[in-house]
């Protein structure tokens, strides 16, 4: 029998042998890295695919924002499929329509059919793949074992994007014209994307328990719940503020090429490490600098992000001359750390706000819709905003987000006073309980 043979019928973890759960692992683990790169390919190569698309920087931000906009409306919803469908129907059926997308991308199409492109990249990425990871991750081990297995995908999403990601810098580098490097790039991770939908379909096994039938489709009084537990807002608007500047960094490629001349293998590369090879180590050692140093996940963030803000305003001095190329690039990848590190554990103070269990999963949808929305507006609005004042945008855009570290640190603060507030407020309750008890008695 086949190591990776797929049972007939339901299974649970135990029933599939230690070789199979850590392929389905791997799958979706690389999967969720590739999935979403013909999406982000600005990122890595912002002028090669802007010249390939024959498009401005506020259109290819326009791009961004379609994406966004469909992917907010997703969010939720992406969680009652999760409850309601196959992991197995929604990962092939996920990696198949990107795939068919991804190939009609390589046409490199007319600006409007590329923005219905992106609306539907929404849609197949997010309302069908989105739970799709985690929740397999966690079907694939017993409950004690999933932080490490999580951590574990994380290191090979990383591992992942960077190997592709190089391989994809490799295809740019080697087609001196931009529109046929970029061709051959998104026909190759079609591709991929592809035979990702074949291991999906062939190796995922119908695992018992994974649908729930009495999964609600919606419960406004849960939203009011979530929304009124102390400190989830609070939370919801530094993650806001820490998913601008996260991706508000990416317009380092851009700030690379224009002000500092350096050749475009040099900046893939760089934009890869930022992106892709800062998350092999990032997210660990935020994990264990919140868990082993400062004892909380919510300072772990303000420390982060402090480190952002100085990072931005190095950029506002640094000399615009080609010989600071070096010491732009280390910038660089410093400011991929820290906003990566405060990124990968930026949701968690809803963990450490004590959201009941029972509305976790509406606290964590409403995060990602109000986290998430930045998407909409931040590509493009600095895209726009280079268009109009070429090299002199970047030092309005590093302004910004600095802005943006400052209004997260205070929401941050905010919501550790929100979670204090809290945690009183069930002390006294704890200690009046027996005397409640007493007088009950």
Known sequence: MSLLAKSKGEVTYKELSGFHKWFLIILVSMGSSIIYT??????????????????????????????????????LPSGILADK????????????????????????PSLGLLYVLFVGFGITSILIWWGTRFKIVRLCCAEDEYASKIGTSYSIYGAAGLVIGLINAAIVSAIPVPSEGIQVLLVFLGVLIAILAVLSFVFIPNFKGEIDPNAKLFSLGEVVQAIK??????????????YTVYQGVTYTTPFMTTCFAAPVFIVSVVGLIRTYGIGLIAGPV?????????????????????????????FLVLPRDAGMVVAVAALIV?????????FSIGSSPL????????????ASGILSVIGFMPDVFVHTWFGGMIDAQGADAFNSIFIILIAFAVVGCFCLVMTRRAMKKNEALEAAKADAAPGEDAVAA
């Not at 410093?334 to 405060?342: E, R």
């Open 38 to 75: 013909p999406v982000y390919l600005k990122n890595v190569f912002y002028e090669p695919l802007m010249q390939g698309l024959g498009c401005t920087n506020a259109d290819l931000g326009a791009l961004l924002s379609c994406y966004a906009v469909a992917a907010v409306v997703c969010y």
């Open 85 to 108: 469908i196959r992991m197995r129907t929604l990962s092939w059926v996920g990696f198949g329509g990107t795939a068919v997308l991804t190939f009609v991308y390589a046409l490199l």
């Open 229 to 242: 537990h102390p400190g989830v807002i609070w939370a919801c608007l530094a993650y806001f503020c820490v």
């Open 286 to 314: 935020a994990g264990l600098f919140a868990d082993k140093l400062l004892k909380s996940l919510s300072k772990s963030i303000l420390l982060f992000f402090a480190a952002a803000a100085v990072v931005l305003a190095c």
């Open 334 to 342: 410093v400011l991929g750390f820290v906003t990566y590190g405060a």
């Open 351 to 362: 963990t450490e706000a004590k959201v009941p269990m029972a509305i976790f999963g509406t």
